[in-house]
């Protein structure tokens, strides 16, 4: 027992130690500038606007940590790419778009990437229709056949 405490005694005289230093050291140090703490986000919704002119497109979605409906602002510059979509020109209301973005200086959500979203279409009716056996006869549907030795 002894020896635990004399162990954490150690390491805590060590670990204050380290943080008087770290903090006699930072004053020396120039700050850098915290542009966007949590790395580069990601949102996914509908286009509400989109202003070529200021270079902007608002987006409305799902904040699913409460539940509801949101709308953001996001900046386009020369270094955000596109796929699916040529420029921000030929985005359209209602059109389904993923961002990752990111802030930048002021505050400013700058788009990175913007990927125009296409809703895939669905099988034609006829090809899913059933066998006539199934809708006319069930009974008349073929039944595997077991082989006897």
Known sequence: MRIVIIITSILSVML?????????????????PVVNAE?????????????????????????YETDTEKEMDLKVNEATTFEGVGSLEEIKLQDMVSIDW?????????AQTISRESIE???AA????????????????????????
């Open 16 to 32: 204050l130690g380290q943080v008087t230093l770290s903090a006699q050291e930072a004053p020396n140090q120039p700050a850098a």
């Open 39 to 63: 790395g580069p986000q990601w949102v996914w919704g509908e286009v509400v606007s989109v202003d070529p002119a200021a270079k902007v497109i608002k987006v409305k979605y799902l904040d």
């Open 102 to 110: 990111a802030l930048g200086p002021g505050g400013v959500s700058l």
């Open 121 to 123: 279409e669905a099988p």
């Open 126 to 149: 006829d090809n899913m229709a059933a066998p006539a056996y199934e809708m006319d006869n069930p009974a008349a549907a073929p039944v595997p056949v077991e082989k006897q030795p």
